[in-house]
């Protein structure tokens, strides 16, 4: 096919232009693949289901008969092995689940008072 030598400069012009607008648009401009859009929303939505699961751990704990001795197991844990205190304890066990899970217990174990005083969180009166 033969075109018109006017034609060419506009045809190179929106090829570079059309390179230029993918090439700033995914570096500075925010768009994503489909993959990592689901890879973000898949992310966000384990995280919700977290922070959402921490307040049942934290129940759990409180009404825990054998609570203190449990804390005491993961105060004398390293900090790298007070998850699976946790994950032993019970608490990170989700409700109809069989096996406790470790983004669970890592999210409650930072909502415990670990190491601070001995009342559960929560339960301190304020008579300021």
């Known amino acids: 096919m033969n075109t018109p030598e006017w034609l060419k400069p ?5 090829l570079i232009g059309a390179v230029f607008v ?8 925010g768009w994503v693949t489909g ?16 922070a959402s699961m921490v307040p049942v751990c934290l ?17 004398a844990a390293s900090t790298y092995q007070r998850p699976d205190a946790v994950m032993s304890a019970g608490w990170a066990t989700v409700p109809g ?22 009342e559960p969180a929560g339960t301190a009166v304020d008579e300021g």
């Open 59 to 75: 129940d759990m704990s409180r009404s825990d008969p054998a609570r203190a001795s449990k804390m005491e197991t993961i105060r």
């Open 10 to 14: 506009g045809i190179y012009g929106a």
């Open 97 to 118: 689940a069989d096996a406790p899970n470790r983004d669970i217990a890592q999210a409650c174990l930072a909502a415990l008072d670990v190491d601070g005083s001995a």
């Open 35 to 50: 993959e990592t859009a689901n890879n973000r929303a898949m992310a966000m939505s384990r995280d919700d289901v977290i």
């Open 22 to 29: 993918g090439v700033v648009g995914f570096t500075w401009g």
